[in-house]
Every structure is written in structure tokens, then in C-alpha cells.
């Protein structure tokens, strides 16, 4: 059955359709820790796990794990909301401060951004990313509502620079601009320097970054530290800016799903009074805390993956592929026909992420997994290669 993926993460119809239980198949197209969740945080939802528990409403505004999150982080509660997934803060910041509005989406990448914003009634507006190119082209389709490979476009690798993206910012100020850093799919990961390089270009702009994959990398960092200081010394001006986290990915919380994010008090207060109550359920808030109390098991798992990571791109470019550099789990791979090469892998119960969707229709995206996973896909791909045109 070919299929053009928008996530990475199981499709159910799909598996349904094939006869395939989800147990069965192995997901390179997840970006998600595959030594997850800590057994601390299993343990620990199977000790609470009572009628009582599951029959109680939860703290809707997530107080003790505000107060944890903003320790980590070094700010106060108050600059911190807790949401259902990072997905569920993207949709709630589009409909607070997209509506009828530009929004620059530093592309290509996730597809929400553009999805939200539509759906709130306003504009995305699609800017390759340094390193990147957008070309405009008629045959790629609209997928569902803003998936950035939809409305004519299509990204290719390029030698374009920091300046340009900026210089393109400034001549559009836009109202609202998306960056995930590091980016999906592309794992690059810009510099502080280089983030508030580009921040110079549209200052005014409300600047959301998606650091959703940010503790996959080797020297994590985070622009939450300008949260506080948002307008930089400069009488307020715009809400300056929002930078948001997942534990979906670092804690492998894919069943329950937990994203935060921080920002400015007021701004969080503005955001609170339209978040839907309850929104994060009781198990995910015992998770999460669970989960802040195992920082190292995080920083050993994501750089035993790197490892993995490394080693998997090595295999395959004695393949004769060529994997693009990355800094975190994931990676792009130019591969000719990504949906044929996904539909390949999933006849051999692997799945890859189809980069159509992302408007890289030549580019399949693997998340590495841990060493005997990464050497079955290795070897179905070596044999791909064997093949008349090997798809690449
Ligand atoms: C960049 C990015 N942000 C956010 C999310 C969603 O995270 P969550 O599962 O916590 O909603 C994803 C999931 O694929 C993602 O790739």
C-alpha cells in the first residue's frame, strides 16, 4: 500500500491495512529515544496506578511540575505551561497569536507549525533555512492542510547563508516566526550566535523555537534564556520569545506525551486562559516528574545514540549512500524515490520517514536505534544498493 506519511509515528490504519501488529515492525521513522522510558518512571506510574488515581482529575495547570521544569530551567513557574505534547502548545500558540497574521516558518521542517497556523486563519509563510533552498514546484501536492511540502513547494540542499535567511526576515516582518532547533528533519542545530543572528533581522517578531530534539545533541543549549529578557534591554515591544520542549522524545513518552513551554509570565498568564482545562493527564504529570529526576540516564541513553547514530551513517556510506550530517539521532538520506524506498522498507517491516511530506520528495529521514536494529536495516539497504538503480 503506498503511503505518504505526515509523522513519523505509527499509523494504525496503515498497520491494520497490512495485517501487522505495531509490535512487529521496527520504527526508524520515530524520533524518539528507543531506551525509553527510564524504569524509574515505569516503575513508578505501575506503584500509582490505583482506582483512586485514575478516578481523580488531575492539577490542570500542573503546578509541582511548573516548579520542577523551572528549576531545571532556571526560571520561575510562572514562565512555564505544561501541555499535552509539544503539538498540543504548537496548535495553542497558533490560535493565540496566528490568527490573521504572517507567520515565517524556517523551512523545511515540521509540518504543525504551518498546520496550526492555517487552521487559526493565518498566513505561513515558507523561508529555506540556512544551508537550504526552496524551489517552487507545481507538482507537489497539497497535503493535508499545510504540510510545507503542499502549495508548490520543495526544498533542496544549498550553499545558502545565515545573512540571506536574515535579510529575507527583515524584507518580510513577519508577525510570528517558527524555528525548530535542532531542526526536523534536517537535525542542524544553529548556535546561540547564529539564532540571535537571525532574531536581528525581525526583532519584533514573536520568535517560537521548537527545541523539541535540543538534549539529543552533544552541547544542548537553550534559548530560554532569553525568555525573560525578551526584549533584549529595549522598552517592550513584542512578546519577544517562546521557546518550547518535549519529553515525548528525550524520556520516550510516545503513549502518554508531555511538551512544555517557556516564556515570559505574562504571556504564559495570556496563554492559560486558552488552554483547554486538563489538558495533561494525571499519569503524564507523575511521569514527567519522575522523569526530571533522571537527567543522567537521559545524557548516557542520547550519547550511546549518537554513537549509534555515527555508525549507522558510516554503514551506509560503505553503501555508497550518502547520509547528511546531523547532530542529533536523525538524519536526511538523498535516496531518488523516498515513498518507493519507504514502501521497500515496510515490505521488510521497517519503517523510514517518507520527506515528501516535508517537501523533500528525493529524502528519507532515519532515526538510529540501537545497534542490532540499526544493523537489519543496514543490511536490507546494502542489498537495495546491490540493485539495478539500488533507489538512490
Ligand atoms: C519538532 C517537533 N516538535 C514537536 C513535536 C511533537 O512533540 P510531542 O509528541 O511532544 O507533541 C514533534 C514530533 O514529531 C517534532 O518533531
Redesign the pocket.
Known sequence: MPTTSI???PDYAELDALGLDPSEVVYFS??INPYGPPPSVVEAVQAEISRSFLARYPDSRSQRLRERIGAYHGLPPGAVLV????????WLLAHAYGNNRNAAILSP??S?YADGVIMAGGHPVYFPLPGWQRIYDPSASRRRVGAAGGFGNRFAPAGTTVEQTRKALEAAAPWLVFI?NP??PTGEYLTPGELRYLWEGAPDALWIV?E??AEFTEDPWSAAQWVLSATNGRPARGPGWIV?R????DFSL?GL???YLLAAPSTIERLQDVQPPWSVNGVAQLAGLVALDELTWREETTARLREETRALQAGLRACGYAPLPTSVSYFLLPVGNAQAMRDRLVAERMFVRDCTSFGLPDHIRIASRPPEENARLLEVMAEFARLPGGGF
Do not use: P, Q, V
Not at 83 to 90: F, K, M, R, S, Y
Not at 246 to 249: G, H, L, P, V
Open positions: 509523522h513519523g509515528t520515530s524520533n501541555g499535552n505534547g509539544t503539538a498540543d502548545l504548537i521542517t515540521f504543525e525548530c531542526n526536523n521548537d523539541a530534539y518550547l518535549s519529553m515525548t522524545k510516545g506525551r508531555l511538551g
